[in-house]
């Protein structure tokens, strides 16, 4: 079994920080990349940042304001989330792509993490 355990959101005003971690724990053979994704009320998930350990990826609305890491050696991911905006509003979602000890790659999830924005 695989899991994925957020931490870290919560209620911030506008121009605030919040940091974002994420633990994968199980039988995991390797991690590919690690993600987070959002989902604002009404709209459809979107991809907030990429990396694969070497490289990261961000959406054009968070570029220059987040920042993704990872700590490979405790299978850990972090968005470090700078500036917030009331339309950062959403429930993040990590995401890992790996490999199990038996030989499956897939994508597996997170639980969500409410991220609140407002005065």
């Known amino acids: 079994q695989v899991q994925l355990v957020e931490s870290g959101g919560g209620l911030v005003q506008p121009g605030g920080s919040l940091r974002l971690s994420c633990t994968a724990s199980?039988?995991?053979?390797?991690?590919?990349?690690m993600a987070w994704y959002r989902q604002a009320p009404g709209k459809q998930r979107e991809l907030v940042a990429t990396t694969s350990g070497t490289s990261t990826n961000y959406a054009d609305a968070v570029k220059g304001r987040f920042t993704i890491s990872r700590d490979s050696a405790k299978n850990t991911v972090y968005l470090q989330m700078n500036s917030l905006k009331p339309e950062d509003t959403a429930v993040y979602y990590c995401n890992a792509d790996l490999s199990t000890d038996w030989g499956r790659r897939s994508g597996y999830w997170g639980q969500g993490s409410q991220v609140t924005v407002s005065s």
């Open positions: 199980g039988s995991i053979f390797f991690i590919y990349t």
